[in-house]
């Protein structure tokens, strides 16, 4: 869910002689879905710039190493990228009289707005079918992976193929269920399943370790709460099947923010569930 990019690149003097702005190749992520194109003009400006053909909102991180500008380097500057948006965010100065300007840059980006704010008086239903309950075996404040940036999270124990209903409404924005592996081991953690979806309040849902060809939605898709959107399994890094469910802010390209949700659930009209409880689904 996060895609680390990184080129080098070595501003060559020809270019900055030539009358005419003039454009590097973008450097793009592997789905096209992000680029960064460098903008150099005569006047010894170098433009960042960073575009986003997503659906929904991403934030981007990009870091600037190098040597010879009037900048002081490195740099990192974080945006927020609106759905197609293309934003110079970042612009270097190098002074004639300067050696040659070299300069190492990466860009790591994720889904979601960095100023997003979690509607508190949202609700959360239990994420699977009315009338059933699962035990919570991680809940916020849980083990290693439910600690630090991921604190507010919770895995749901469940037979491999049980029914994931929307915990809450929003566009579906990404989806993976082309993995067949998972195991308890973070060499998984890059092999899970799952289902991004973008709230109404430009946070973000995540359903993960979904079977394989476990999903049921379309990206783009607009779900309901309850609508049902795959089916529960074991891949990426997991100690046994299990859904785990999450809602975020983003911080920066790399970083993530859980938020607590509270649930309805048939025992109770809002609750922070706990972990060695199961609740019963409502609605
Ligand atoms: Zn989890």
């Keep these: 869910m996060l895609v680390?990019?990184?080129?080098?690149?070595?501003?060559?003097?020809?270019?900055?002689?030539?009358?005419?702005?003039?454009?590097?190749?973008?450097?793009?992520?592997?789905?096209?879905?992000?680029?960064?194109?460098?903008?150099?003009?005569?006047?010894?400006?170098?433009?960042?710039?960073?575009?986003?053909?997503?659906?929904?909102?991403?934030?981007?991180?990009?870091?600037?190493?190098?040597?010879?500008?009037?900048?002081?380097?490195?740099?990192?500057?974080?945006?927020?990228?609106?759905?197609?948006?293309?934003?110079?965010?970042?612009?270097?100065?190098?002074?004639?009289?300067?050696?040659?300007?070299?300069?190492q840059e990466q860009f790591s980006w994720g889904w979601g707005s960095n100023k997003a704010e979690h509607d508190n008086t949202s609700t959360y239903y239990l994420p699977y079918e009315i009338g059933k309950s699962y035990p919570i075996t991680n809940a916020y404040n849980g083990d290693s992976t439910h600690s630090g940036d991921g604190v507010y999270a919770l895995d749901f124990a469940m037979p491999i193929g049980t029914p994931i209903r929307a915990a809450r409404e929003g566009m579906v924005i990404a989806t993976k269920d082309s993995s067949t592996e998972g195991g308890p081991s973070n060499k998984f953690a890059d092999m899970a399943n799952y289902i991004t979806i973008r709230h109404p309040d430009k946070t973000i849902g995540i359903y993960a370790h979904l079977k394989h060809l476990g999903v049921a939605v379309k990206v783009g898709q607009y779900v309901k709460v309850g609508a049902v959107i795959g089916y529960s399994g074991n891949t990426g890094f997991s100690t046994g099947p299990h859904l785990h469910l999450e809602t975020y802010r983003r911080i920066d390209g790399k970083r993530r923010l859980t938020i607590a949700m509270s649930f309805v659930t048939a025992e109770y009209p809002r609750v922070i569930l706990e972990r060695g409880k199961a609740y019963k689904a409502v609605k």
């Excluded at 009358?19 to 450097?27: G, I, L, Q």
């Excluded at 592997?30 to 991403?58: G, H, P």
């Design 4 to 103: 680390f990019f990184a080129t080098s690149w070595l501003l060559a003097s020809a270019l900055l002689a030539q009358d005419k702005p003039e454009y590097t190749e973008p450097s793009c992520t592997d789905d096209k879905l992000v680029c960064l194109q460098i903008q150099l003009t005569t006047a010894n400006y170098s433009y960042f710039w960073m575009s986003s053909t997503a659906r929904a909102e991403i934030t981007v991180t990009l870091e600037v190493s190098g040597k010879n500008t009037l900048e002081a380097l490195p740099v990192a500057v974080t945006e927020t990228l609106e759905p197609a948006q293309k934003l110079n965010i970042l612009t270097l100065r190098h002074a004639p009289a300067m050696p040659e300007v070299e300069i």
